[in-house]
């Protein structure tokens, strides 16, 4: 880039439009390496953007992977089930403890409905005495039909309630044979296999937390990079602003040099002044841009180290998830048996709870139909003793055998009370153990299905965060070469000042600074012409401002005051019109 030599640009006598060509033609070049690096700069910036879009895309994919909903539900599973194998020996304590008490109620409870079945055949024996002692008489013979008919429904309703004590007595069996199975199990696979499982799903479950607690700083960290570069893409359409300015100093440089467009010589106070005019805009021009690419220079330098440590946080995540996973995956082949003996086991008790449940609401009504049956007896006792008061000396015959029917109706009675007791008992019992309602809903597979899930998240956590630490380092890079690239353009500004101050060393050879009442009438028309031209160029609040510092007074009483452009600014527009 060649500098403006004041030495040059001012000789003793310069020939007419010296320097003034040359330096339109140097800002000219000058301006399309400036529009080719800003475009790049903002492609760069723009592609940087998308970079992050992306990547915020991927860490929603690794929060959603390891949420608390899909990842962190198989942890927990996976820590649940472990935790259930460790507590197992005092469940099956307790389930063997409240089994037992069920074997031994239940046994009451059929020694119970065995001596209501004994009182049950005496009482048809009764029957058959009656009939005899009263020799065929009618009335004795119905009364003891009707008995026998109550007799035989007490008989079928003892029969039913046997039944299913006996299927009980099955279920009861299986359970325990499923929890020695299952005990063995445990005792082969070692007490510190499910201890070592709950530590691995422990340490998973801390990594998933580590890694959500790492993408909540990751997602701040391209929070800020994301608004600051939005930012700064807004910020260097300064470059745009200072080419459209540029390209309107070209444009008064060029009409000020004789033959350059092809009309006539102006006057030298003319171009003096139009020189000083340009110089002003270049020298705005140079503060402002210089000022603006420094400010962006030292965001973007802001930008690195937080993109470096966006990098850093990605790019270090190696995490030992998959030693866990491996060491989960040996726990999880050495408890197989054991979840398989275990879902047997639960599958056992889930069925003697709800027979358990059913056999009990069973036992209920059947206890009001065996207090049913003593009324009756009750009443078969009163009844055959009225009958021996009307039939005389045959009734005393009966008589005798009607009296052994009142202590049966009696112990009936008392054995209906106790019937109600053992239910009662029954009922008490807790066979819900701990886990027992999770584990009916499948403990085989259990932990290698939530194993899948975990492995799954993993993996693609593991690979939108290795994505995320290439996108990083390309964003890091992308700045890194923004800054250096816009770096050197604060050299256009240098170039900027050092023109400015050749046109005004040239303007001050050509013709010294005089007032308006030294030009004559032609310079003063062709000013004129010259300024209301050039006004004609400006697309800038801030150009209009420095060209109206350079109007005569006879023409800056015919033009509205100008408002004056802002500093440049992200929030702001761009001072256009």
Same mark, same amino acid.
């Given at each position: 880039?060649?500098?403006?030599?004041?030495?040059?640009?001012?000789?003793?006598?310069?020939?007419?439009?010296?320097?003034?060509?040359?330096?339109?033609?140097?800002?000219?070049?000058?301006?399309?390496?400036?529009?080719?690096?800003?475009?790049?700069?903002?492609?760069?910036?723009?592609?940087?953007?998308? $970079?992050?879009?992306?990547?915020?895309?991927? =860490?929603?994919?690794?929060?959603?992977?390891?949420?608390?909903?899909?990842?962190?539900?198989?942890?927990?599973?996976?820590?649940?089930?472990?935790?259930?194998?460790?507590?197992?020996?005092?469940?099956?304590?307790?389930?063997?403890?409240?089994?037992?008490?069920?074997?031994?109620?239940?046994?009451?409870?059929?020694?119970?409905?065995?001596?209501?079945?004994? $009182?049950?055949?005496?009482?048809?024996?009764?029957?058959?005495?009656?009939?005899?002692?009263?020799?065929?008489?009618?009335?004795?013979?119905?009364?003891?039909?009707?008995?026998?008919?109550?007799?035989?429904?007490?008989?079928?309703?003892?029969?039913?309630?046997?039944?299913?004590?006996?299927?009980?007595?099955?279920?009861?069996?299986?359970?325990?044979?499923?929890?020695?199975?299952?005990?063995?199990?445990?005792?082969?696979?070692?007490?510190?296999?499910?201890?070592?499982?709950?530590?691995?799903?422990?340490?998973?479950?801390?990594?998933?937390?580590?890694?959500?607690?790492?993408?909540?700083?990751?997602?701040?960290?391209?929070?800020?990079?994301?608004?600051? =570069?939005?930012?700064?893409?807004?910020?260097?359409?300064?470059?745009?602003?200072?080419?459209?300015?540029?390209?309107?100093?070209?444009?008064?440089?060029?009409?000020?040099?004789?033959?350059?467009?092809?009309?006539?010589?102006?006057?030298?106070?003319?171009?003096?002044?139009?020189?000083?005019?340009?110089?002003?805009?270049?020298?705005?021009?140079?503060?402002?841009?210089?000022?603006?690419?420094?400010?962006?220079?030292?965001?973007?330098?802001?930008?690195?180290?937080?993109?470096?440590?966006?990098?850093?946080?990605?790019?270090?995540?190696?995490?030992?998830?998959?030693?866990?996973?491996?060491?989960?995956?040996?726990?999880?082949?050495?408890?197989?048996?054991?979840?398989?003996?275990?879902?047997?086991?639960?599958?056992?008790?889930?069925?003697?709870?709800?027979?358990?449940?059913?056999?009990?609401?069973?036992?209920?009504?059947?206890?009001?139909?065996?207090?049913?049956?003593?009324?009756?007896?009750?009443?078969?006792?009163?009844?055959?003793?009225?009958?021996?008061?009307?039939?005389?000396?045959?009734?005393?015959?009966?008589?005798?055998?009607?009296?052994?029917?009142?202590?049966?109706?009696?112990?009936?009675?008392?054995?209906?009370?106790?019937?109600?007791?053992?239910?009662?008992?029954?009922?008490?019992?807790?066979?819900?153990?701990?886990?027992?309602?999770?584990?009916?809903?499948?403990?085989?597979?259990?932990?290698?299905?939530?194993?899948?899930?975990?492995?799954?998240?993993?993996?693609?956590?593991?690979?939108?965060?290795?994505?995320?630490?290439?996108?990083?380092?390309?964003?890091?890079?992308?700045?890194?070469?923004?800054?250096?690239?816009?770096?050197?353009?604060?050299?256009?500004?240098?170039?900027?000042?050092?023109?400015?101050?050749?046109?005004?060393?040239?303007?001050?050879?050509?013709?010294?600074?005089?007032?308006?009442?030294?030009?004559?009438?032609?310079?003063?028309?062709?000013?004129?012409?010259?300024?209301?031209?050039?006004?004609?160029?400006?697309?800038?609040?801030?150009?209009?401002?420095?060209?109206?510092?350079?109007?005569?007074?006879?023409?800056?009483?015919? =033009?509205?005051?100008?408002?004056?452009?802002?500093?440049?600014?992200?929030?702001?527009?761009?001072?256009?019109?």
């Amino acid at each position: 880039m060649a500098r403006i030599d004041p030495v040059s640009a001012n000789p003793a006598a310069p020939p007419e439009g010296f320097g003034v060509a040359e330096l339109a033609d140097l800002l000219q070049g000058r301006m399309s390496g400036l529009e080719a690096d800003f475009r790049e700069a903002g492609e760069t910036l723009a592609s940087a953007i998308g $970079i992050i879009d992306g990547m915020a895309e991927g =860490v929603a994919t690794i929060r959603q992977s390891l949420s608390p909903e899909t990842a962190g539900v198989a942890v927990t599973r996976l820590r649940d089930v472990a935790y259930r194998l460790i507590t197992l020996p005092v469940i099956q304590t307790r389930r063997a403890v409240e089994v037992e008490t069920l074997t031994g109620r239940t046994r009451e409870l059929r020694e119970l409905l065995s001596e209501v079945g004994t $009182i049950l055949k005496l009482l048809g024996i009764y029957g058959m005495n009656i009939k005899i002692a009263s020799s065929g008489e009618a009335a004795f013979f119905n009364f003891v039909v009707g008995m026998d008919e109550k007799l035989a429904s007490g008989r079928l309703e003892l029969r039913h309630i046997e039944r299913q004590l006996n299927q009980f007595g099955q279920v009861v069996n299986d359970v325990q044979g499923a929890d020695r199975l299952l005990a063995t199990e445990c005792a082969r696979a070692g007490a510190t296999v499910p201890a070592e499982l709950t530590g691995n799903a422990n340490a998973l479950q801390d990594h998933v937390q580590s890694v959500m607690r790492m993408t909540d700083e990751v997602a701040g960290i391209m929070r800020t990079v994301q608004g600051e =570069v939005a930012r700064i893409l807004g910020a260097i359409q300064i470059g745009d602003s200072v080419r459209q300015r540029t390209e309107h100093v070209i444009t008064i440089l060029r009409r000020t040099v004789p033959g350059q467009t092809g009309e006539a010589a102006l006057p030298d106070v003319v171009v003096a002044h139009m020189a000083r005019l340009v110089a002003a805009q270049l020298d705005a021009m140079a503060d402002d841009f210089g000022r603006e690419i420094g400010a962006i220079v030292t965001s973007l330098e802001r930008l690195g180290p937080l993109a470096e440590h966006l990098r850093n946080l990605l790019g270090s995540h190696g995490g030992d998830d998959g030693q866990l996973l491996v060491r989960l995956e040996n726990d999880i082949a050495k408890l197989g048996a054991v979840t398989d003996k275990l879902c047997d086991a639960d599958v056992h008790l889930a069925e003697l709870t709800v027979f358990v449940s059913r056999t009990l609401a069973e036992l209920t009504e059947g206890l009001g139909r065996i207090r049913n049956i003593a009324v009756n007896v009750q009443d078969i006792s009163t009844n055959t003793q009225l009958l021996c008061r009307r039939h005389g000396v045959l009734g005393r015959a009966v008589a005798v055998i009607a009296k052994e029917v009142a202590p049966c109706a009696s112990r009936l009675d008392q054995l209906s009370l106790a019937v109600g007791r053992l239910i009662g008992v029954l009922a008490a019992i807790d066979l819900v153990q701990d886990g027992l309602a999770e584990g009916a809903r499948g403990t085989r597979g259990a932990l290698n299905d939530a194993l899948v899930v975990v492995r799954a998240a993993c993996e693609s956590s593991d690979l939108a965060l290795a994505k995320g630490g290439g996108d990083a380092h390309r964003i890091l890079a992308s700045l890194e070469s923004t800054a250096s690239d816009l770096s050197e353009q604060g050299a256009f500004a240098d170039m900027l000042a050092s023109a400015a101050h050749g046109l005004s060393l040239y303007a001050d050879h050509l013709a010294p600074t005089t007032g308006a009442t030294d030009r004559t009438v032609e310079e003063q028309a062709a000013l004129a012409d010259m300024l209301t031209w050039a006004a004609g160029l400006y697309t800038m609040a801030c150009e209009r401002v420095i060209h109206a510092d350079f109007l005569p007074p006879e023409m800056a009483a015919l =033009v509205p005051p100008v408002v004056a452009a802002v500093a440049f600014d992200d929030d702001d527009d761009d001072g256009l019109f």
